[in-house]
């Protein structure tokens, strides 16, 4: 099954490394154009231009509403349109519940949650108008059971859901869809901080008996993205070797 974007504008938020590089890159090779979003802006670029000469980098802090929407409106202003929105931006800032500090907990929902909000705020009114939109949320598994030492960043996974969802209602009647992927655990710098002990207490858990790639989550995206999703809202499809049934 062949997945044609050709025509199609993405903007994937986070997507200068790991998960989000892979869906820029596969949505890229689909025939879509890309708008790469990162932090900083000049890596956004490097990025871009790495992956097709007609992908463009914006710099952006998801934890800042007014640089959100001012990211949106740059890559209106570029490409003319924006079709797929994926929020995979995230970081963590883990600890036992009792030691988060509110900083903490406001730096994750902030960028995490309510970045994820204002993106899809932004440019949703264009989908509305052109009756054509893909959102794609990218969330956690542990937004669905929870994790010991995570309470921010569960929270903000769960928060992620349940906007997805509300979102999906309200937007089904123009034509946009939305839809999260929930991942298990994929090797990124992410999970490269994991403890010896963590990754040795994961063997067991996984059915299928490996990390995931970001490969194995660009290609759910790109499906969900594609023609071949045209019947898909409001679901959470769980990417994660089986671990959570
Ligand atoms: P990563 O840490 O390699 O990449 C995250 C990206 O988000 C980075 O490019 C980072 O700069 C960007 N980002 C973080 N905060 C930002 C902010 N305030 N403004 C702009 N950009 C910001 O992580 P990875 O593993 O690629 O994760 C991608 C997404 O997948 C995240 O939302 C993460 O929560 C989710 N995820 C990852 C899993 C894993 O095992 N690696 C498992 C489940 C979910």
Do not use: H
Request: hydrophobic residues 50%; proline residues 2%; neutral net charge.
């Amino acid at each position: 099954m062949q997945i044609d974007l050709t025509g199609r504008v993405a903007l994937v938020t986070g997507s200068t490394r790991g998960i989000g590089r892979a869906i820029a890159e596969t949505l890229a090779g689909c025939g879509a154009r890309i708008a790469v979003v990162g932090r900083d802006q000049a890596r956004a670029a490097e990025a871009a231009a790495a992956i097709s000469p007609e992908c463009r980098g914006f710099g952006c802090d998801m934890a800042d509403s007014a640089s959100v929407t001012a990211m949106v409106e740059a890559t209106e202003k570029e490409f003319g349109a924006i079709d797929i929105l994926v929020n995979n931006a995230g970081l963590t800032r883990d600890n036992l519940m009792m030691r988060i500090k509110d900083e903490d907990w406001d730096a994750v929902l902030d960028a995490n949650l309510r970045g994820a909000f204002v993106a899809i705020r932004a440019a949703s009114r264009g989908m509305m108008k052109r009756r054509w939109g893909r959102i794609i949320n990218i969330a956690s598994v542990v937004g669905i059971v929870g994790n010991k030492g995570q309470a921010n960043y569960a929270a903000s996974k769960a928060g992620l859901i349940g906007l997805t969802k509300s979102v999906a209602k309200e937007l089904a009647s123009r034509n946009i869809l939305a839809n999260v992927v929930a991942p298990g655990f994929i090797e990124t710098d992410m999970t490269a901080a994991m403890t010896p002990e963590a990754r040795a207490g994961l063997s067991g858990q996984i059915p299928l008996d490996r990390l995931g790639t970001p490969a194995d989550i660009a290609g759910v995206v790109a499906f969900l993205a594609s023609d071949r999703a045209a019947y898909i809202t409001g679901q959470v499809l769980v990417v994660d070797g089986g671990m959570v049934m």
